[in-house]
């Protein structure tokens, strides 16, 4: 189970800083993504870490302005957002994939098998 807080609300230009707490499994050993979805779109990727050596990458909308973290201590994955803007206003989900997950497929919602219940992040002017 991926749990991550409800709400966020920030001002354009602002930080926020959202993490995902992993219940019953080990997140080093599991694939992350971060996904974004914005009303009435479809859920896009916005970034991900790769298990073990923890290697990160982004998609370009986000690349420079977000970076993505594992704490392993506390079995949590972070994503920490600057530079925000109105059109980030969005419901942001962590997901895992345990197994293989090459970089091509880090995009795919469909290859995650475990999923947060989103935290909704507005982004006001």
């Known amino acids: 189970q991926l749990v991550e807080p409800g709400v966020d609300l920030v001002h354009s230009g602002g930080s926020l800083r959202l993490s995902c707490v992993a219940a019953?499994?080990?997140?080093?050993?599991?694939?992350i993504g971060w996904f974004h979805q914005a009303p009435g779109k479809v859920r896009e990727w916005s970034s991900g870490?790769?298990?073990?050596?923890?290697?990160?990458d982004f998609s370009d909308s986000v690349k420079g302005r977000f970076i993505a973290s594992r704490d392993n201590a506390k079995n949590t994955v972070n994503l920490q957002m600057s530079g925000l803007k109105p059109k980030d206003t969005a419901n942001y989900f962590c997901?895992?994939?345990?197994?293989?997950?090459?970089?091509?497929?880090?995009?795919?919602?469909?290859?995650?098998?475990?999923w947060g219940q989103g935290t909704q992040v507005t982004v006001r002017n």
């Open positions: 870490i790769r298990k073990l050596d923890g290697i990160t």
């Open positions: 019953g499994f080990t997140l080093k050993y599991f694939g």
């Open positions: 997901a895992a994939k345990k197994g293989p997950l090459p970089r091509r497929d880090w995009p795919d919602t469909r290859v995650y098998d475990s």
